[in-house]
């Protein structure tokens, strides 16, 4: 498997609407630069989402992949691995943490590991990941602070 990497943002909400957007696949697309499509494949029997197919185009890397989900029963924790490798992925492994701080922001804390089908020297994967969680992280951050968007 591959090197995990961790980042973590505070974002100006509480954990509950963090955990909403998050949780809320559908409208990934309206907010997220390299998701184009996504489709809850299979829910629990308390309505989130199990499995979701996910369509990306990153420019150099375009895939569709089925990602398994698990959550703590607080959503606190969230995580999820790769059903079946893809064209781009041998493996996914990946998870949010949001903790609630005093002042009433979260942190959240996402890790994520990813084997890719394709050879990828090291600092360029290393420095690849790092973007992807920055950019994830910033567009989360957004979308949690903008008003009325995790409706």
């Known amino acids: 498997m591959a090197d ?3 980042q973590s943002i505070v974002v100006a909400a509480p954990p509950e609407r963090v955990a909403a957007v998050i949780c809320d696949f559908p409208r990934y697309p309206e907010w997220t630069e390299t998701v184009r499509r996504t ?4 829910e629990y029997t308390d309505g989130y989402a199990s ?3 996910f369509t990306i185009d990153a420019g150099v890397m375009a895939d569709e992949y089925v990602l398994a989900y698990a959550y703590a029963e607080d ?3 969230i995580e999820w691995h790769l059903v079946a490798p893809s064209r781009m992925q041998r493996a996914q492994r990946g998870s949010y943490d949001i903790v609630g701080n005093a002042d009433g922001t979260s942190t959240v804390t996402y890790t994520l590991e990813v084997e890719l089908s ?4 090291g600092m360029f994967r290393r420095k690849a990941e790092k973007m992807i969680m920055d950019t994830a992280l910033k567009q989360l951050k957004r979308r949690v602070e903008t008003p009325d968007a995790a409706q």
């Open 4 to 6: 995990s990497s961790t």
């Open 118 to 121: 394709v050879g990828m020297i």
């Open 39 to 42: 489709e809850v494949v299979e």
């Open 51 to 53: 499995q979701v197919r």
């Open 75 to 77: 959503l606190s924790h």
